[in-house]
Structure formats: structure tokens, C-alpha cells
């Protein structure tokens, strides 16, 4: 078997291509469903517990229940697989509600990203919006989507949402930070999605003796800061190199220091 194979769809092994939803059901027209995205390692996952327990969160959240068990969703996870024997893959897993609440697990290319994007910084651009309810992860996403393609058009890695407030929150699929001195500034968890990488920063700062203070960083000072960096699933902790006209020079070493704590603690929480 080969990645791609298989999927799962509540419990049952289907064919990728049988993974579809009815188009005529009211909650995918609303899209009604929340989701989160796993890395798999050497046959592994990654922060399973942390994603179940956040995917639980989201679906309280916006009051989609379900009866698929903590165990179950794992056990479907791990049959896909053993079923495709995967070793390297970004597992999706969807939750749609209803009066009969379909889950899916799909599996795809992991993410990955060349060296001399860590060592160089990346080019983001910003984008006026703030996501629907910010503290749950689910499929309502044209803003992420719209923001993401605006920056991808102008060579933009990334896309910085800005709040009514003119505050940065966070990217269209990452959480932002920035760097004063040894203290790291980023915008406080009420305001926005709390990453499962996110968390893993935080802890690695803690580590290293840098002092957090969780605020609205205003987009027209970003000049306050000497280093900034997005953190989301797929990158660990990615430089920034320059955001819109504003260039932030210099070595990204704080940066790239979180990103290895960051991936070596990943290796230790697989399952």
C-alpha cells in the first residue's frame, strides 16, 4: 500500500475517492465541522492527545456533538495507518455535525519546507480580517483562504491578519510573535487560535529564560521588535525575513533555537 490508498470514514476503510460529504446537507452548506491536522513521524503521531483534547474543544465550542471516543478517533488513526503502512504523512481529520455526525481521515504529503527558508526568513505579507471565533478550529475558512492567495500573489509565504484595532493576530495558518530584547511578545490566547505549536513555544521560552508577555502587537509599530517569527504544525518555528516593506535583518538564532526545541520535543511526545 502507499499513502493515499485509503481513507477513513467513521471507522470504516473507503477509497479516497468516496470521501466526499452530501452536498445538500445543511451542515456542510454552513460548514458546521471542525478539524485538526497531524504529523506523522517513523509511523508515528505527534501531539495525538494534544490534537484530540483541541478537537474536542473546538466542537464544544460551537456545540457539535459527537460520539466518536477519544480511543476510537485514535484507533481509526492508527488503522489507516498500518493499512497504508505510512510513515511520513499529514493525517487530516474532519468532524462534520448533524443528526448523524460523519468523521473523516484523510492522509497527505507531510509538509515540508527547504532549509533556506529557516536560514534566510520567509516574506509575509498582512491582510485586514479577523477569523470567526478564533479560539476553535473549524472549516470556516474563506477568510484564511482569500488572505493566503492575496499573499501567494505578491510572493508572500504567509498572510498576517490585522484586527479592526490594527493589531496583528496571527497568519491565515500559523500563530505570530516578536522579539524585543529577551522578552517575546505574542497576541494573548482570547485573541487567538492556541496552536499545538504554539504551546511548545511557549514552554521552550520558559526554558531558555525569556520572558513571555501576551499582548496586541499594533502592525504600525512591528518596528518595536529585532525578530519575528510565525509557529504552526507543519514549519515548528519559521523566521520572518521581511513583512510588507518593513525587513527585519540579522541571524534569526532565537528563532531558529525554538524551532529545534521545538521539533526535538516532538519526537518525544509521538505515539
Known sequence: MKLGDHAIRNGELISPSDAVLPITLREVQCNFSVYEALRVIEGKVVHLLE???????????????????????????FKLIRTD?????????????????ILFVTAAPILEYPQSMYDEGVYCTVYEGER????CKTSNLLL???????????????????????CIREGTRSNFYGFRDN?????????????????SVLKATAGLGIKVIEKAIEY?????????FISAT???????????GLVFPGDHKRTLELCRIVRNRELDSTI
Open 132 to 135: 470567526f471565533m478564533p479560539q
Open 51 to 77: 490534537h484530540l483534547a483541541r478537537l474536542k474543544e473546538s466542537a464544544e465550542l460551537i456545540h457539535l456533538t459527537y460520539g466518536f471516543s477519544d480511543e476510537q478517533i485514535g484507533e481509526w488513526i
Open 234 to 244: 507543519s514549519m515548528a518555528a519559521m523566521p520572518i525575513r521581511q513583512i510588507e
Open 144 to 166: 484564511n483562504y482569500l488572505a493566503l492567495e492575496d499573499s501567494k500573489r505578491r510572493g508572500g509565504f504567509e498572510a498576517l491578519l490585522i484586527d479592526g484595532n490594527g
Open 220 to 228: 504600525d509599530n512591528l518596528e518595536y521588535y529585532d525578530e519575528v
Open 85 to 101: 503502512a505510512i510513515d511520513f504523512a499529514t493525517l487530516r481529520v474532519l468532524i462534520v455535525g448533524g443528526l448523524e455526525p
Open 183 to 199: 522578552v517575546l511578545h505574542t497576541a494573548p490566547l482570547e485573541m487567538v487560535l492556541d496552536g499545538i505549536t504554539r504551546q
